[in-house]
């Protein structure tokens, strides 16, 4: 009866569960025997012990921390580490087991390479540069602790950095920077608009000129035209005119009298009480005749 207690004893001693996600090494009196694997397994009772179960799933771990710019200003990060152990191989399973004495000193030399390599990062950079250079920062971070982590065992899968703030001087500080130089571009893009609007007026009023000259020019040459089509059709009609009483052998001063006496009628009609002086006199009329006569005949020498 005691022979079977002890061996029910001993199969349960011997019997091993490793939960899905975990592997589990075994060692024989303090020496790396063998790697389980997820499900049942079994050991030697008390010579074999379980040194430590391994997950190999994702672990994410949260970094707060600061760091100091070239200028001398606090910049503090908030950032998500994600990691995993490379792979459940022997090899592999054994750096991750014996690298560190706990998972604690693992962890806090995971934290302080992190911060080490972003703090190295930003002393290089000046304040204004921290906030439009969060991937180089992230891209050169992993660069430096994917290397370190492989050697231990691990592999960085991501590094997120979700937060990026200064003290609060120094925001105050830049919060005007961004007022002054949004004011500095609102007053250059109203002055640019203004002159837009001026130039627009300008060009505006010039076309108009321009269109009311041309207009002006067109118009007196119509009239220009229309005098000289007048004079053409008079001169045509006392040509005829004169032909016809030549003809007809009378005498052509006639027609000068008749223009005379149009002529002081027109002006009496129109005058709207503008003053012209005019020889009513015999002699005077005479003279004008003459001096009529004698562009008539001029004229019409020049036609024929």
């Given at each position: 009866m005691?022979?079977?207690i002890i061996l029910l004893v001993l199969v349960a001693l011997s019997v091993v569960t490793v939960q899905q996600g975990t592997v589990a090494i075994t060692t024989i009196f303090g020496k790396y025997n063998r790697t389980l694997y997820p499900?049942?397994?079994?050991?030697?009772p008390i010579i074999e012990t379980v040194f430590k179960r391994i997950s190999v799933q994702n672990r994410a771990v949260e970094l707060t921390f600061q760091a100091v710019t070239i200028d001398q200003a606090n910049v503090h990060f908030t950032s998500l580490l994600l990691f995993s152990v490379m792979d459940n191989a022997e090899e592999t399973v054994k750096k991750?087991?014996?690298r560190f004495v706990s998972d604690r000193d693992f962890m806090a030399t995971l934290t302080r390479t992190v911060e080490g390599s972003i703090r190295a990062f930003v002393a290089t950079k000046k304040q204004q540069e921290i906030l439009s250079l969060r991937r180089e920062i992230t891209e050169a971070v992993k660069t430096n602790v994917d290397h370190m982590l492989e050697d231990w065992g691990f592999h960085l899968i991501d590094l997120q950095i979700n937060d990026i703030t200064f003290d609060e001087e120094v925001m105050r500080s830049m919060s005007k920077i961004v007022a002054a130089n949004n004011l500095k571009a609102a007053a250059e893009n109203e002055g640019q608009a203004l002159l837009i609007t001026?130039?627009?007026?300008?060009e505006a009023e010039g076309n108009a000129i321009k269109i009311a000259a041309e207009a002006e020019r067109e118009a007196a040459r119509m009239r220009g035209q229309a005098v000289a089509l007048f004079r053409e059709e008079v001169a045509k009609g006392m040509s005829q005119a004169a032909k016809e009483m030549s003809d007809a052998n009378l005498d052509t001063s006639v027609i000068l009298f008749s223009m005379w006496t149009e002529a002081i009628k027109n002006f009496t009609e129109n005058g709207k009480g503008n003053i012209i002086f005019l020889d009513g006199s015999v002699d005077g009329m005479q003279k004008t005749m003459k001096e009529m006569m004698a562009l008539s005949s001029v004229d019409y020498a020049s036609k024929k």
């Open positions: 005691y022979i079977a499900g049942l397994s079994f050991r030697i991750v087991a014996f001026k130039t627009k007026a300008a």
